[in-house]
DNA sequence: TTGTATGCGTTATCAC
DNA sequence: GTGATAACGCATACAA
């Protein structure tokens, strides 16, 4: 591939006319641009980003972690952040992490190695003091879906207590008073908070949240599927289900309707993300909508910022909050 | 960050010798070699992948350029080539192009840019001239979806014409002769040719696919229910109905149902892709399988190949065929 | 077994 | 306006 040399020799002018010429430097005659522009088409010249970065300290790009490219929600944050680097002129760096400490470490260390000045990374298996010292490192380290109060000016991310407050509550004002909670069972922050949050809600209204009324599977539709067997399996009285995710509660409203329980006239159903599934699975299920999209854009456009030195103001934070989408799984009783 | 000579000014060695226990290079006494390894760890010190690049003229990285990742079947596609990428520890630059040739030729030209080895290329919006030319630039280039006779053995793609027919014939044989298709408004090859061979399996039942049988609208859920919306406007009886993909097949039945109208009692579908979305939508839908993540892997491992010199042997050819997956949205009538 | 020197393709700092 | 030339961080052929 032709460098920057080559065309200097054959434009007969030195490397340096060539370099300012590419990056619309100040003090080149007319002509002799002209020439040398010709000759970079002509010979299909393409810079050299590694050799660039090298010598700017600086990568033009952006890294990303997340867990799993195939569910929807990954996939959804993925264009969260693709519109912006688009924007910005700026690669997209991408590793999966798997929720696996060892899998999570090494995406990002190759990223490090890659010398990427920003970075949006999705991590759950990995503790706190790991991530607080990346942040530290890299200037442009940015976590989505997580927060770490030390480092809380880098996290973007979603009050997951007042999800699960939010979700029992309208079930309980439905009607509802045999609720069953299907959950993911990784442990991770998620599933622990919303299911925080739905016991506050359930305490408030003077009722009880059984551990037998909570099954915890892979938080996908094959693992709403299990989870609901394994609670009619246990014979556990229920009208309202509240699931870990969209993904579950499709597993779920499939399941039930198998074994012709029909959603919502014997059982109400709420999901959360509120992912596209939500909308066209029948019925309509009734979610939580949680802002992804808008949340990975504002996580990139954050590490960007980071990364080029000019940091929001202090004190600022980035929580968002989920709100409810009402649609067709809850009858009201 | 600690570079390759801070290591060797702190360990009282040559810069050689620290490259060499990086590499696992072979003449290194065994305790500089631990005495320099304990250092490295000490100081953090990170391989530059840009000036290793640089001076290997080898990335280890792969581009891959898709059309959208908010499509669950480009997010099936980008984990098919995940899987494989992470065996070979090759890291994944990411670029969306849109399906407009513009945004396209720039996706390619970024990663090339940053000199990638590998390239697996979704491209509809390009000419085939253009590919044809980047083929025969780039060793690693692969194209996934689309077959251009010149460079055939750089193409994994899908019989679309045999995928067209297929779903044409079951719904055919199961006694239906008013048949509607609902496509893509985007005029690129795949929805052509599926039409086409749509077409072959009418004529040869002594059926015809009037234009006004077929409804062209965006692929995905929303175009699906404009498509049906269209159709029921016309007044077009239907009993049949084959979509470009499960996306707009959901839209379709969605809008079908919000009209009172029975899948499969009063109106058969069938849909094409097989994505996680057929198997959970009510009733399941019968569809073509398109086994997108086995011919990621394939493409991902091919282009690997041809960047490491490897080709495989002439004449191979990498043409998937899909098959029906019968569910319970088609009614034998 | 270890060290020295050179170059990979650029940008940037000087001179001219 | 233009041209040498020194970095950037690393791998490697060649010396020692």
Redesign the interface.
Known sequence: ?ATIKDIANAAGVSLATVSRVINNGPKVGDKTRERVKKIMVEM?Y??????R??VTQK?A?LGVVLA?????F???L??GI?TVT?RHNV??????GSIEKKTELKAI??L????VEAMVVHSKALDDDTLIEFAR?VPGFVLINRYIPEISNRCVWLDNVAGGRLMAEHMIRSGHKNIAVISSRYQIVDPIQRIDGIRQAFEEAGLSLPESSIEYATPD?EGGEKAIQNLLAKSIPFTGVLAYNDAMA??AM?ML?DHHIDIPGKVSIIGYDDV??A????PKLTTLRYPVEMMAAKAAELALQYASGQPPEDGVTFKYTPTIVKRESVLTI
């Open positions: 591939m299909g393409r810079p050299n980003a590694n050799a970065a090298l990568s790009s799993e490219l195939l569910d929807p990954f996939a959804t993925a264009h693709e688009r690669q997209i760096l991408m590793s999966a260390e190759t490090l190695e890659h010398r490192q539709q499709s597993g499939s309707q596209l599934l909308k066209y699975c029948r």
